[in-house]
Every structure is written in structure tokens, then in C-alpha cells.
């Protein structure tokens, strides 16, 4: 999963189209032989339009009974599309926020509260979601 801010720390989150319609943050599945990196480079792309690059790892989050982990990485972007979009088909919406909605996976959830307070993570009390 990618940790992406803009210049005001407000976090990039996308909407699932399926299922409960969850927030969360970037990101997706490995696919087979592929490098971790790579595959946040692509699911980025394909989520959300921007081209990035992992810059620092930040956590982790392991679900054994699912029989899956989840890492978290803050990314920079390294060429912003002229326009953010979205697939249809796998992302319904997507903004900045300043405040995690309620409506969030669980993984988000999970790196929303956890992640060390040595990494700038907004938390302030309003929810905002910013414009793209």
C-alpha cells in the first residue's frame, strides 16, 4: 500500500467499487515474480494515474488468518498526471483527506492508528476531503 500526501499532508485514499465500498489507501496483490516495488508502482498506476516511486518502508500489517501481509510504504511521485483517474471497474472514487473516514478497510485502518508518531502522519480532529 502506498502512503501518498499532498502539499498540505492531506493522504490519498481510493474507494473500492466492490463490496462494501471501503476506503483505503493505494495499493494491491503481487503478482507472481514480481518485486514488491514494482507491483506498488503499477497498482498506483493503475488506481489512481500517478507514476511513483518507494521511498521509505513504514510498516507492516499481518493478517494470519487471511493468510496475507500488508505493506505500507510512503512514495513520492515522480510524474503527476495531468488528471488523477480511476478504473471503473476496481475504484470508484478517490481524494485526499485529512481524517480517516469510518468507512475504511482495515488495513487502512490498522496504518492510520499504528504508524510511529516519527512519521508525519495527519491526524487532526475534522475530516476533509480536499480536491484532486
Excluded at 487471511?66 to 510512503?74: C, H, P
Excluded at 468507512?103 to 485502518?109: C, H
Amino acid at each position: 500500500m502506498a502512503w501518498i500526501e499532498n502539499d498540505q499532508g492531506s493522504a490519498l485514499l481510493v474507494r473500492q467499487a466492490a463490496g462494501q465500498r471501503l476506503w483505503t489507501l493505494p495499493g494491491g496483490k503481487v503478482k507472481r515474480n514480481e518485486s514488491l516495488e514494482r507491483a506498488l508502482k503499477r497498482e498506483v498506476r493503475e488506481e489512481t494515474g500517478l507514476s511513483v516511486r518507494a521511498s521509505e518502508y513504514l510498516q507492516i500489517y499481518d493478517r494470519p488468518k487471511r493468510g496475507a501481509i500488508t505493506i505500507l510504504f510512503r512514495v513520492l511521485v515522480q510524474r503527476q498526471a495531468v488528471r488523477m483517474y480511476f478504473p471503473a471497474e476496481e475504484i470508484s472514487d478517490l481524494g485526499f483527506f485529512d481524517r480517516l473516514p469510518t468507512n475504511a478497510t482495515p488495513s487502512a485502518k490498522f496504518f492510520w492508528k499504528d504508524l510511529p508518531e516519527s512519521h508525519s502522519w495527519p491526524r487532526p480532529s475534522h475530516q476533509k476531503r480536499t480536491g484532486l
